[in-house]
């Protein structure tokens, strides 16, 4: 895994966040309970003068806002405290905000306790209503003494109603209304009318109480609460576990020996000693031993990984047998886990098109239900219902709206599915990125580094002199200065064959064509006949080599010494492990494959053949890549490009999503919606299985959560549902959109 995976991460969450000339700020939100809270605290938010957007994620509690400098962060918190909620600037240091989630957690934790607790209390008193009830829909005339019902109800109402009072009071002190509301003024309804006939009628009120109703509404909307709190934590897991994986110490070498020291008190350059078992405290490079890493939770890598001196290491890997002298190259934030946390987070808090139409909805969803509830009760008191009817019929409509679950619908899935991808090695930049790779058609592959090894040997050195070694030495010497993998082949060749080389006076890439040199004062050209023709330069000769050689699927060079070709040097690069199985998944997921490369059509179709490509384009430029992208994009393709390569970022740019490998160059990954920790093919198809999976999520999760509003609604002002039952109702309706959610905490790359 290589480090230089985090600034292009950085970059992109970075301009996610805010436009030119804004500040952005990420607060953490407390408080809210159902997506008219969240719609109301991001109502309250943009409403601040300079305040250019805000967006509120109800799962994730976290507001980002983009604002100028006339405002202050002080402005924003006060204006969310003054509309009921709190509000808390979040730490830009990965270790504060560790900090920050675990005191959350602790505070959750104990909520938690404490909602247990009164739901054990509550279901204890509600159970002898419950059994009153059961009694009689069994068709017994067994009733509890009126007293009794007021002795077992008022508690409940008190302990389990207590919460959406309170929750009430500073929703409607901030000018909003929210869930809390439609509890609030329906169990109180139920209580507060049975009490009246109670004291009124006293032992005659016998079969005319509902104080079961309100009490089992409590009990079964509190049993809801704490199951949505236990689903909601579960779809979170990712951020978490990743924040887990950084240590808070490390073993730093010193010229005394090893002193442990905060991970916050390391610098660059500085020796840390990683132990068997212990997880790397920074991104750094190996300066002694030889171990196996596990790297699973940054890669999704199940398979520990051998790493040795001159090799990179990420923080947060777990160390394996051996011991390890790391140099620090990163620290803190600019680590690649910190990066990845913070993609991650962007990811998870953004919004799918659809969101802004719940939003909406949410915004007038509770002052909507109290005028149908209002309506119901005048329509059953017109057509001659009595004044009990009307109530309860009232009673059902409030307490059945649920706004919670549109509120969940949308970011219990982004979160669950980014957060399940994240574990498998799969960072998607943001929802749109989701939303684009759902509908790919068509996905156009790189050869090199992607397709391929990256890595090609030199396999055949025709020299027309037939001093082989001498043409190596020569085009070798040229290509020293320059970063392609054919290069790489050349020199890695001649040092094996312990060939002294001579660094270049002058060197110019002809991107697309080859290079041009000058050693020791002679004129060199390495590349293709478009470069030979280019410089003038008979090619006949070569050209012939060049064939037979690229129909073994070989990339071919010619060689040129002051103005005449000398020979032809060949090169093959492997296929990589599972590209075969991961062009056939994408095939079988209706997606058309094809390959851009700038190497000849010899060896681009030969490659082709044996891993089953639908389709290749050879000798394609850089910017011809680009050019052929927009024009599949014009045709009606919806493209997703996949690199790793300096030449590929055109190319990522132009397509309608990018999907950058890991091991590729920073340019590469800036440009991609997605990248994958991993150079593995198949998780090019992975990444649009996830996103599939999380798309399919939202949509289930939107069309349950609005159908069950819109069925369960008209059926509790028509009568065919008693209060109890629509709020057991409601209490499932989250807990069953967090829980479709959770499923995708179950999804595996199948890599």
Known sequence: ???????????????????????????????????????RVEKVLKRVPGVDSASVNLAMERADVAFNDNVKVDDLVAAVEKSGYH?????????????????????????????????????????????????????????????????????????????????????????SANMDVLVALGTSAAFFYSLYHLVTLGNAATGHLYFEASAVILTLIVFGKLLEARAKRSTTAAVRSLMALRPESANRLTETGTEVVPVSQLRLGDLVLVKPGERAPVDGTIREGTSELDESLITGESLPVTRTTGDEITAGTINGSGALTVEATALGE?????????????????????????????????????????????????????????????????????????????????????????????LVKDIQALEIAVHVDTVVFDKTGTLTEGRPEVTDIKAFDHNADRLLRIAASAQSASEHPLAHAMVRAAQDKGLELTRPTKFEARIGRGLVAEIAGQPVAIGNAKLMDELGIDHFTADNMRRDLENQAKTSVMVAVAGRTVGVIAMADQPREGVADAL????????????????????????????????????????GKAARIEALRAGGATVAMVGDGLNDAPALAAADIGIAMGSGADVALETAGITLMRSDPRMVAAALEVSRATVRKIRQNLFWAFIYNVVGIPLAAIGFLSPAIAGAAMAMSSVSVVTNAGLLRRWKAKV
């Open 584 to 623: 056939s998944r994408l095939k079988a997921m209706g997606i058309r494959t094809l390959m851009l490369t700038g190497d000849s059509p010899a060896v681009a179709h030969a490659i082709a053949e044996g891993i089953g490509l639908d389709d290749v384009e050879a000798g394609v430029a850089p910017d």
């Open 334 to 426: 600019d680590t690649t886990l910190a990066r990845i946390i913070r993609l991650v987070e962007n990811a998870q808090t953004g919004k799918a098109p659809v969101q802004r139409l719940v939003d909406k909805v949410s915004a007038i969803f509770v002052p909507t239900v109290v005028g149908i509830a209002a309506l119901t009760f005048a329509v059953w008191l017109g057509v001659g219902g009595d004044f009990e009817h009307a109530l309860i019929a009232a009673v059902s409509v409030l307490v059945i709206a649920c706004p919670c679950a549109l509120g969940l619908a949308t970011p219990t899935a982004l979160v669950a599915g980014t957060g399940a991808a994240a574990r498998s090695g799969i």
């Open 1 to 39: 895994m290589s480090t230089h995976l985090a600034e292009p991460i950085r970059q992109t969450s970075s301009a996610s966040r805010t436009s030119a000339g804004l500040q952005p700020v990420q607060l953490d939100i407390t408080g809210m309970t159902c997506a008219a809270c969240a719609a």
């Open 87 to 175: 509000a808390f600037p979040r730490a830009d240091d990965i270790e504060a905000r560790r900090a920050e989630r675990e005191e959350r957690e602790r505070d959750a934790a104990r909520e938690e306790r404490h909602t247990f607790v009164v739901l054990i209390v509550s279901a204890l008193l509600s159970a002898p209503l419950v059994g009153q009830m059961i009694a009689m829909a069994a068709g017994a005339s067994f009733h509890l003494p009126p007293v009794a019902e007021l002795i077992l109800a008022a508690p409940v109402q008190v302990i389990a109603g207590t919460r959406f009072y309170r929750g009430a009071f500073k929703a409607l002190r901030g000018g």
